[in-house]
């Protein structure tokens, strides 16, 4: 199950994401994330993911695309802060293969 709440404060839209980021869940995060930011043009956006538990492959997908984005992904608890790590360091390994082959 998950559960994603979506905040307004002032000028940013928080998606507040709590249980498991898998399988349908991920496909019903991203149907919220598109919805919602196509209606709030000029807006920031970020995920807290403090609640999530577990990400897999499938989350860690969307949430890299959601970064790629501009979206922030903020987390204080293990489970999440390991998922943005990793997403994180993705994002740095592909940018250094893109500079050593463009």
Do not use: Y
């Amino acid at each position: 199950m998950l559960k994603v709440t979506v905040e307004e404060r002032g000028n940013r839209i928080v998606f507040r994401v709590e249980g498991k980021l898998r399988g349908p869940w991920v496909i019903e995060l991203e149907r919220c994330w598109r919805s919602t930011s196509s209606r709030m043009k000029g807006k920031s956006f970020s995920v807290d993911l403090d609640g999530v538990g577990f990400v897999d492959d499938q989350g860690k997908a969307l949430l890299t695309e959601m970064d790629s984005a501009g979206v922030e992904l903020v987390a204080n608890e293990w489970i999440a802060r390991s998922a943005i790590e990793q997403i994180a360091a993705h994002a740095v390994n592909s940018t250094v293969n893109t500079a050593e082959h463009g």
